[in-house]
């Protein structure tokens, strides 16, 4: 009843996409200033936001996609672009502003989606649910699903460690350092997006 090779290669997959170590400096940077508790609350909020978007699409993307005539370079430049907002508000320390940081909840926008339920998560989720075969197939999906939201938050709930590490000047590095990362990423899921876009034309 379970598949060793369909978990192993989807979980894989999802690590290297939704990237537990990278994630770490976006969400100190995203969540400084807030107290211990509304940190770890907010890692939690942010994987269960992820987890939900993710289970949503399993189970009903193709319809969602084609009833909302989206294509999936439409979403991943979407994503993109999104994500290129908020490294900019990083770069520039707007993400700093009381105003900013802690009237936002950032456990869902942009850490739960697009940051860690992403276009590529998303489509690969979408894919490995179809191509499964029978209930062990199915099992070891789901299992591995799981499996990456749980490394997701023990990353996350653990990265606050850090924070008591490198204290307030250590925190305003980190938060550029993620507004770089971050801007990057959105640069190539922009430019991976118009790609598929010109390669369908």
Known sequence: MFDLAVFGSLFLT?????????????????????????????????????????????????????????SVPALMIAGGLLLLLIALDLLTGKSDEPTQTKDVNVALVPLGMPLLAGPGAIVSVILAVQKADGVAGQVSVWAAILAIHVVLWLTMRYS????RVIKDG????????????????????????????????
Not at 49 to 63: C, D, E, R, Y
Not at 160 to 163: A, F, R, S
């Open 170 to 201: 250590g925190v305003v590095l980190v938060t550029r350092l993620a507004g770089m990362m971050l801007s990057a990423i959105a640069v190539q899921q922009i430019i991976n997006g118009v790609t598929q876009v010109v390669r369908a034309a």
């Open 14 to 70: 999802l690590f290297v996409i939704m990237d537990p170590p990278g994630i770490t400096p976006i969400f100190l940077g995203l969540t400084a200033g807030r107290p211990a508790r509304t940190q770890k609350r907010m890692a939690f909020q942010a994987v269960c936001v992820a987890g939900g978007v993710i289970t949503v699409f399993g189970l009903l993307g193709h319809q969602i996609l084609a009833h909302l005539h989206v």
């Open 160 to 163: 606050l460690l850090i924070i």
